[in-house]
């Protein structure tokens, strides 16, 4: 991390002074970068957004100053959650056009897949169970977008891979049949999908859970938070806990 950043995040935030260099934490996806930083007050977690993120884009800085504000506001109704920092009602830091997000440090770890209980899976679902009956009120953020693909799209799809011989492709047309079946009946549902929406975190998986020294969950990345279906998410929660 660049050191003349590190001290201008630290003396923004009043973090107090680095204690050596920042190290690098790996677990981040997207580009993005993670590392702890030891002050004189405590340690913290600074992302390091990835370069590709267009930080001149108003819509971009207003999304992730919105996920921010969306995280704390749960916390604040007891989602165990972690939200970025603030100076004046900002949480993005952006040094020569790099962005920065800085966390509280949490003593934690993710879970490979094969280390998913029986008793994890039902803590997610408890969790997802309270983000969905506190129904947060955010105007800000638009109904659900929804893809739309016609049977005729799907058909040249698999004719195409078939084309250039993908190795899925021959499955794809033996079970073309039941593809299109199944997309016919997604597209018959869409308006119950839409009619009932709550503002969630949106990528509930394993990288996005951190597990404390007792076993219990800590919500972090919000940067997915959108409103959603909330049988859409339990379905989709479940696939992923399973």
């Given at each position: 991390?660049?050191?003349?950043?590190?001290?201008?995040?630290?003396?923004?935030?009043?973090?107090?002074?680095?204690?050596?260099?920042?190290?690098?934490?790996?677990?981040?996806?997207?580009?993005?970068?993670?590392w702890?930083?030891?002050t004189?007050?405590?340690?913290?977690?600074?992302?390091?957004?990835?370069?590709?993120?267009?930080?001149?884009?108003?819509?971009?800085?207003?999304?992730?100053?919105?996920?921010?504000?969306i995280?704390?506001?749960?916390?604040?109704?007891?989602?165990?959650?972690?939200?970025?920092?603030e100076?004046?009602?900002?949480?993005l830091?952006?040094?020569d056009?790099?962005?920065?997000?800085?966390?509280?440090?949490?003593?934690?770890?993710?879970?490979?897949?094969?280390?998913?209980s029986?008793?994890?899976?039902?803590?997610?679902?408890?969790?997802?169970?309270?983000?969905?009956?506190?129904?947060?009120?955010?105007p800000e953020?638009?109904?659900?977008h929804?893809d739309?693909?016609?049977?005729?799209?799907?058909?040249?799809?698999i004719?195409?891979?078939?084309?250039?011989?993908?190795?899925?492709?021959?499955?794809?047309?033996?079970?073309?049949?039941?593809?299109?079946?199944?997309?016919?009946?997604?597209?018959?549902?869409?308006p119950?999908?839409?009619?009932?929406t709550?503002?969630?975190?949106?990528?509930?998986?394993?990288?996005?859970i951190?597990?404390?020294?007792?076993?219990?969950?800590?919500?972090?990345?919000?940067?997915?938070?959108?409103?959603?279906?909330?049988?859409?998410?339990?379905v989709?929660?479940?696939?992923?806990?399973?």
């Open positions: 991390m660049n050191p003349n950043h590190l001290k201008f995040i630290c003396t923004e935030l009043q973090l107090g002074s680095p204690e050596g260099v920042a190290a690098r934490v790996y677990g981040s996806r997207g580009g993005s970068l993670m702890r930083v030891n004189e007050k405590g340690i913290y977690a600074i992302k390091q957004l990835a370069p590709v993120i267009d930080l001149k884009s108003e819509r971009i800085i207003t999304k992730y100053e919105l996920s921010e504000k995280a704390y506001r749960f916390t604040q109704q007891g989602i165990p959650a972690v939200s970025a920092l100076k004046s009602g900002k949480h830091i952006i040094i056009n790099t962005g920065y997000l800085v966390y509280p440090w949490v003593e934690g770890h993710s879970l490979g897949r094969n280390e998913i029986e008793a994890h899976a039902l803590k997610i679902a408890e969790i997802i169970a309270k983000l969905h009956s506190i129904n947060l009120s955010v953020i638009k109904a659900p929804v739309i693909h016609t049977g005729d799209r799907i058909v040249e799809a004719d195409r891979a078939l084309s250039f011989k993908c190795p899925c492709a021959k499955a794809l047309k033996e079970n073309q049949n039941l593809i299109l079946s199944m997309n016919e009946s997604y597209l018959s549902v869409i119950l999908l839409l009619e009932d709550v503002v969630t975190h949106g990528d509930l998986d394993q990288l996005n951190l597990w404390d020294k007792a076993d219990q969950p800590i919500i972090i990345d919000w940067e997915s938070v959108r409103k959603l279906n909330p049988t859409r998410e339990i989709r929660a479940s696939l992923g806990w399973c």
